[in-house]
């Protein structure tokens, strides 16, 4: 279970997912934000600021993303180029409990 | 100045990412068995995996704001580092230099270096190449805390010590897969922040045209200048980069300097990335893994060089700087600087995140290939040999707490210096470029002795040490950052030169030690791999190279 889990898609997934979330809940109730001083850039030649709605923009990309990833490690668990190597994967994280000092 | 306006849900964004890092770690200790495991993730990655650390171990803060300052100050002759320097370099390893690598079974390269040469060359390479990761290491993290403490307003010791306990943890439990797991988070989270950086940034500025009518030329503070707009937007002969005035020099200087010298020097030798391909499951998965990492490498400067580059067109502070050649804020501050100016709350905590992972996850990289050569190479070879397995695990571990403190220390020097890409260039020009020359000529020649290895490596290394020094008095003078690719050149020829002559007076090693190290006494294919058949061409070396090497043809030819 945990030789499924610690498989490097379902953890770039995950991560993403949970920023994708947090992220799109952010730029829909932009009130739970700190407001925005944009002192530091008052002399910029172009006012580069993008606004909280990105937030929302960028969190349902990133929910995308992190699906695809886990979708990926679901339909498949072994990758079509790893030949045979996945057995001996599991069989050495087994040992490890036992080996390791 | 620099300080941002983090919200309480900024925090929590970098301390998820803090959870992960830590939780890779603990669960990537279960599977170590063997010191393989540790030091070499038991060699069962995929090449996509390996591929992506491959980029990503060298993705550091340092490269994203080294480079973004290039951008910001020479534009986009800053390109070559990728395109001319990393690409073709990294297409060259998987094709031509891989098959020995991951064929003769070495599990890093200054061991390549002991079966290929003996001990003399082993040594030369196995203690620069520590010091090496040591010192890059140190830089990282003074760089980490000096960042922190100016976005967040931390302590500098606090995020020091803080950030080098976090490394210390996940790499000393869980070993080369820890930090290969870890390299490949960062990077989606890294992108994560720069893509839309890069796009919101494009949007304000009024797209690509708008971008180009905003560049100004670079100037010093006695008023003359180093860049023009018009060298600015075009890479060729980038007369700004390498500092020559003479175009055809510069041309030269870039392509034989940066690129065959130092790049091939760097990305096919360097045990820091070879040693994330090293860890890949088959010969054609290893062999995969650079070139499966060049695609990101070709692309990953649109989204580095290019925030330069609008942060010099768009930013107040920038500009002062760029027109006066002073000012309250660095050239490397670029990527701060837009990260500041653009992001709101939310988006500022994902950018903040990955500014913090690609520091980490760059000293990562350098202490875990620091502990597998002081463990394999320096302490199983010369000190205490013939133990158990698991004897060395636990050297490792040891390894890398030493090393992190360490770098502690150097943190403290590295704050001398600057320029902080000119620092590291000028480490692999010393490093790097000798051993390229030692490397491919003792691939392809079996004549080359063992004298002439370890003579050729201190002879480079010293020509360069050498250019570096008549630079700094002021002989040779390079006001661009030319000088690393002279001292990498001058380097690489010393070294040819001298084991070429060495190799004549000397008597080269019997054949039979020299399978699988040497071309001509190997069974090796380096056009076609014996698993390739009827495999489609994405998932075979050479083909997917080509594919490669054509699309980065077609972006040197769109930019120039």
């Known amino acids: 279970m945990l030789a499924r889990l610690f498989d490097i898609r379902t953890i770039v997934g995950a991560l993403l997912l949970i920023y994708g979330v947090v992220l799109t809940i952010a730029g829909l109730v932009p009130s739970i934000l700190g407001h925005h001083d944009g002192q530091a850039a008052k002399n910029d030649r172009v006012d580069l600021y993008v606004g909280t709605d990105a937030n929302w923009w960028v969190g349902l990309a990133l929910i995308g993303v992190a699906v695809t990833f886990i979708l990926w490690a679901v339909l498949r668990p072994h990758l079509a180029d790893e030949v045979g190597t996945s057995s001996a994967a599991g069989s050495d994280a087994e040992q490890g409990d036992g080996v390791r000092s | ?560």
């Open chain 2, 1 to 560: 100045m620099l300080h941002l306006n983090v919200s309480a849900l900024d925090y929590v964004l970098i301390a998820i990412y803090f959870v992960f890092v830590l939780g890779i770690g603990y669960v990537a200790r279960s599977q170590i068995a063997s010191s393989l495991d540790f030091f070499l993730s038991g060699r069962r990655l995929p090449a996509w995996v390996t591929g992506i650390a491959f980029v990503s171990a060298n993705l550091g803060a340092v490269e994203i704001m080294g480079m973004s300052a290039n951008g910001a100050q020479i534009g986009l002759a800053t390109m070559h580092y990728y395109w001319i320097g990393a690409v073709p370099a990294m297409l060259f390893l998987g094709v031509v230099m891989m098959p020995f690598y991951y064929g003769s079974k070495v599990r890093s390269v200054p061991e390549f270096m002991r079966r290929r040469f003996g001990p003399g060359a082993h040594l030369v390479n196995a203690i620069s190449f520590a010091v090496a990761q040591i010192l890059i290491a140190g830089v990282n993290l003074f760089l980490l805390a000096t960042v922190i403490d100016a976005l967040l307003g931390w302590s500098k010791w606090v995020s020091l010590v803080v950030a080098a306990a976090i490394v210390l943890t996940y790499t000393a439990l869980g070993g080369l897969s820890a930090a290969i797991y870890n390299e490949v988070l960062q990077f989606f989270v890294i992108l994560a922040a720069l893509v839309p950086l890069t796009v919101f940034g494009l949007i304000k500025v009024g797209g690509w045209s708008g971008l180009r009518d905003k560049v100004i030329p670079t100037a010093t503070s006695d008023g003359s200048v180093t860049a023009t707009a018009h060298e600015q937007l075009t890479t060729w002969p980038g007369q700004a980069l390498s500092g020559f005035t003479n175009p055809v020099w510069s041309v030269i200087g870039i392509v034989f300097g940066l690129g065959f010298v130092l790049s091939f020097g760097y990305w096919t030798t360097n045990f820091v990335e070879v040693q994330r391909a090293m860890a890949s499951h088959s010969m054609s998965a290893a062999r995969r893994a650079p070139i499966i990492g060049s695609l990101p490498k070709m692309l990953i400067p649109f989204v580095v060089v290019v925030p330069g580059m609008i942060a010099a067109a768009a930013i107040g502070d920038m500009i002062h700087l760029k027109s006066t050649g002073s000012g309250t804020v660095t050239y490397n501050d670029a990527m701060l600087l837009m990260i500041r100016d653009i992001l709101p709350n939310g988006l500022l905590g994902v950018a903040v995140a990955g500014l913090i992972a690609s520091f980490m996850a760059g000293m990562a990289a350098n202490i875990s290939a620091f502990n597998t050569v002081l463990s394999y190479d320096i302490w199983q070879q010369y000190v205490v040999k013939d133990r158990p397995d698991r004897y060395y695990i636990r050297v490792g571990r040891y390894a890398t707490v030493v090393a992190t403190v360490l770098a502690v220390f150097t943190a403290l020097i590295a704050s001398g210096y600057s320029n902080l890409m000119d620092y590291l260039q000028t480490l692999f020009g010393f490093f790097n470029a000798p051993l390229f020359a030692t490397f491919i000529l003792g691939m392809f020649w079996k004549g080359m002795t063992a004298t002439a290895g370890w003579v050729g490596l201190v002879a480079g290394t010293l020509s360069a040490v050498t250019v570096f020094i008549l630079s700094k008095v002021g002989i040779v003078n390079l006001p661009g950052q030319g000088m690393p690719f002279l001292a990498a050149a001058a380097a690489f020829i010393v070294d040819i030169v001298l084991s070429v002559l060495v190799s004549l007076v000397t008597a080269p090693a019997p054949r039979e030690e020299l399978v699988g190290f040497v071309y001509s006494e190997t069974q090796v294919s380096i056009l076609s791999d014996p698993d390739d058949a009827g495999k489609s061409w994405y998932l075979r070396p050479v083909p997917l190279a080509a594919v490669l090497l054509a699309l980065v043809i077609v972006l040197n030819a769109v930019f120039h």
